[in-house]
């Protein structure tokens, strides 16, 4: 049960798009269609962004997406905003009824 | 709106217990799958535990198993999690989660109950 590994920051100015990888194994990620990423602003409980690598639940913004490559998933926020200053986390189902998540991205909007 | 309301946590010495509830409400409990997950200050997003809506299927992050236990009674739309031997790095924010029905994410969390484990 290791981590999925995702960058610690990334950075975008209004309008932008910008992209977070995850990076897993053969025993997740690869073996799996069920990445989900998880949005979280300071003090907050997590909010779901994106399940089952691209579904996108009701009122999320479709600026946000997701994809798969492999064993590592992306989401990208085509045109990024404000608002959407955060950290994000992406999290896989594991088998054997375990999940792992990643150790979290912190968007900066410049 | 769903609900989800932490409850349980505090301060506790290494080695001791604490018990965790989650009550649930707005939703058809026993429909779901429940999970446990938690946040140390400052840091990432660490998924504990989670059963199914029969505790038929139970899973468990490897540095608790046999240390916690979680349980859930759907006539009290409850979620447990029994803590047991605690330690210093299991001091974090517990979030109560819904699973997603038929889909795997955490589509509704609770705000969280803190546990502190210090001598």
């Known amino acids: 049960q290791s981590a999925l590994t995702q960058p610690r920051s990334v950075s975008g100015s209004p309008g932008q798009s910008v992209t977070i990888s995850c990076n897993g194994t053969r025993r997740d990620i690869g073996d799996y269609n069920y990445v989900s990423w998880y949005q979280q602003h300071p003090g907050k409980a997590p909010k779901v962004m994106i399940y089952d690598v691209n579904k996108r639940p009701s009122g999320v913004p479709d600026r946000f997406s997701g994809s798969k490559s492999g064993n590592t998933a992306s989401l990208t926020i085509s045109g990024v905003q404000a608002e959407d200053e955060a950290d994000y986390y992406c999290?896989?189902?594991?088998?054997?009824?375990?999940?792992?998540f990643g150790g979290g991205t912190k968007l900066t909007v410049l | 709106e769903v609900q989800l309301m932490e409850s349980g946590g505090g301060l506790v010495q290494p080695g001791g217990s604490l018990r965790l509830s989650c009550a649930a409400s707005a939703f058809t409990f026993d429909d779901y799958t429940m999970h446990w997950v938690r946040q140390a200050p400052g840091r990432g997003l660490e998924w504990v535990s989670g059963i199914n809506w029969d505790s038929d299927n139970i899973g468990y992050t490897d540095s608790v198993k046999g240390r916690f236990t979680v349980s859930r009674d759907n006539a009290k739309n409850s979620l447990y999690l029994q803590m047991n031997s605690l330690r210093v790095e299991d001091s974090a924010l517990y979030y109560c989660a819904k699973g997603g029905g038929d889909t795997t994410e955490f589509d509704e969390w609770g705000q969280g109950t803190l546990v502190t484990v210090s001598s």
């Open positions: 999290c896989s189902y594991a088998g054997i009824y375990t999940w792992v």
